[in-house]
């Protein structure tokens, strides 16, 4: 919280009126530097998933995991920011964004941007800018590479899965739709619609038992730090999406492994481990 001390509010909220670009999303990627070209840290050779044979379920987080969101979510709040004055009409960084807004739900947001501005007021600047979200995502998307591999290995193996996030309804239902997953997952979780959402592990654990998983017959596929101690605190190890965050802090908040997206081959090592182990319980039965 001390980070945010320098920053400012003003007493009255103005809906921005810059535009912003629609068909090319290249010109907001660039203000967002990818982790493995900004970071040095040696690449971890662990590539195992410790989980219980049968693999039963797997659970992802949408935004940033699912397909490259974090561009759009930092263009729009940095511009709408600006246009309020905040940090004194100074563009937020990239640095502020994920380290204090990136895979936060919006109740917690009003209290962490304006902790001055009453709820409904900030509510409002929240929504305000989910649809500015909207309306360019809508436009611009698509999906992490190797996601259809992975979902169709899933689809293949017969695995339950899940959506969990902390982004509104809205937002998931349409970066779903748009990815082509609406027949994919089986059940999605909203983290403002559990008692907790992430970093708490309400959201996976609600997930849990609406599949009748167990977490140890499971794992997570997350790109945050609140996403990934969530997933940690429900009980199942995680593999970090390091596309956009960086991957000492993504071991830190305690993902077993982190990848770059879903054609890792550390992904798919411990794919197939988790493969060999089905496959010998089957023998057994």
Same mark, same amino acid.
């Given at each position: 919280?001390?980070?945010?001390?320098?920053?400012?509010?003003?007493?009255?909220?103005?809906? =921005?009126?810059?535009?912003?670009?629609? &068909? $090319?999303?290249?010109?907001?990627? =660039?203000? %967002?530097?990818?982790?493995?070209?900004?970071? $040095?840290?040696?690449?971890?050779?662990?590539?195992?998933?410790?989980?219980?044979?049968?693999?039963?379920?797997?659970?992802?987080?949408?935004?940033?995991?699912?397909?490259?969101?974090?561009?759009?979510? #930092? #263009?729009?709040?940095?511009?709408?920011?600006?246009?309020?004055?905040? &940090?004194?009409?100074?563009?937020?960084?990239?640095?502020?964004?994920?380290? &204090?807004?990136?895979?936060?739900?919006?109740?917690?947001?009003?209290?962490?941007?304006?902790?001055?501005?009453?709820?409904?007021?900030?509510?409002?600047?929240? $929504?305000?800018?989910?649809?500015?979200?909207?309306?360019?995502?809508?436009?611009?998307?698509?999906?992490?590479?190797?996601?259809?591999?992975?979902?169709?290995?899933?689809?293949?193996?017969?695995?339950?899965? /899940?959506?969990?996030?902390?982004?509104?309804?809205? &937002?998931?239902?349409?970066?779903?739709?748009?990815?082509?997953?609406?027949?994919?997952?089986?059940?999605?979780?909203?983290?403002?619609?559990?008692?907790?959402?992430?970093?708490?592990?309400?959201?996976? %654990?609600?997930?849990?038992?609406?599949?009748?998983?167990?977490?140890?017959?499971?794992?997570?596929?997350?790109?945050?730090?609140?996403?990934?101690?969530?997933?940690?605190? /429900?009980?199942? =190890?995680?593999?970090?999406?390091?596309?956009?965050?960086?991957?000492?802090?993504?071991?830190?908040?305690?993902?077993?492994?982190?990848?770059?997206?879903?054609?890792?081959?550390?992904?798919?090592?411990?794919?197939?481990?988790?493969?060999?182990?089905?496959?010998?319980?089957? %023998?057994?039965?």
């Amino acid at each position: 919280m001390t980070a945010l001390l320098s920053f400012h509010t003003v007493p009255s909220y103005v809906l =921005p009126t810059k535009p912003f670009p629609r &068909n $090319n999303l290249s010109t907001l990627v =660039p203000r %967002m530097s990818l982790s493995s070209s900004t970071s $040095n840290q040696q690449i971890s050779n662990k590539c195992s998933l410790p989980v219980d044979a049968p693999l039963k379920a797997i659970l992802f987080d949408i935004d940033g995991t699912l397909c490259d969101s974090d561009p759009i979510h #930092y #263009y729009a709040f940095r511009e709408m920011l600006q246009e309020i004055g905040f &940090n004194g009409g100074a563009p937020i960084s990239e640095e502020f964004f994920v380290k &204090n807004i990136s895979g936060m739900h919006n109740d917690e947001l009003c209290n962490v941007l304006f902790p001055d501005w009453d709820f409904q007021r900030a509510i409002k600047f929240m $929504n305000d800018k989910e649809d500015m979200f909207r309306k360019i995502v809508s436009e611009q998307l698509k999906p992490l590479d190797g996601l259809e591999d992975v979902c169709k290995w899933i689809e293949d193996r017969g695995l339950k899965r /899940a959506a969990v996030t902390n982004a509104p309804r809205a &937002n998931a239902e349409l970066i779903i739709s748009m990815l082509g997953l609406a027949d994919f997952f089986e059940l999605l979780v909203i983290g403002s619609e559990c008692e907790r959402a992430k970093p708490f592990p309400d959201p996976y %654990m609600k997930a849990l038992q609406e599949l009748g998983v167990s977490p140890k017959h499971a794992f997570v596929f997350e790109d945050s730090i609140s996403g990934i101690k969530a997933g940690v605190a /429900a009980g199942m =190890p995680v593999v970090g999406l390091g596309l956009r965050n960086p991957e000492k802090l993504l071991s830190k908040a305690g993902a077993t492994f982190v990848i770059k997206n879903f054609k890792d081959s550390k992904l798919w090592t411990a794919l197939e481990e988790l493969e060999t182990e089905m496959d010998a319980g089957k %023998m057994k039965t």
